[in-house]
Nanobody, 111 residues
Framework: QVQLVESGGGLVQAGGSLRLSCAASGSILSIDGMGWYRQAPGKQRELVATFTIDGLTIYADSVKGRFTISRGSAKNTVYLQMNSLKPDDTAVYYC?????WGQGTQVTVSS
């Protein structure tokens, strides 16, 4: 079993920044395979950024150059640094590890 807990969401003005954290516990062998998804109202859940199982990073085109996924000093923590936020980034952000999902954290960007 794996538990994922996100934090760091909130309300920010357009152009601002937020950093999301995902703390994983349980049967975690590696952060590889862990990533961030988001779901806006009325839309499907979509990939934001992820570490692949071989340690590479993938970003959605819409966030390239603005968001950065990174590993924490503790092996079970992943961050998502979000800069130059736009109203279109408003969504619930979820941490994902294989079939496991966190409860999500709300990010709201005001114009």
């Amino acid at each position: 079993q794996v538990q994922l807990v996100e934090s760091g969401g909130g309300l920010v003005q357009a152009g601002g920044s937020l950093r999301l954290s995902c703390a994983a516990s349980g049967s975690i062998l590696s952060i590889d395979g862990m990533g961030w998804y988001r779901q806006a109202p009325g839309k499907q859940r979509e990939l934001v950024a992820t570490f692949t199982i071989d340690g590479l990073t993938i970003y959605a085109d819409s966030v390239k150059g603005r968001f950065t996924i990174s590993r924490g000093s503790a092996k079970n923590t992943v961050y998502l640094q979000m800069n130059s936020l736009k109203p279109d980034d408003t969504a619930v952000y979820y941490c994902m590890y294989y079939q496991y999902w966190g409860q999500g954290t709300q990010v709201t960007v005001s114009s």
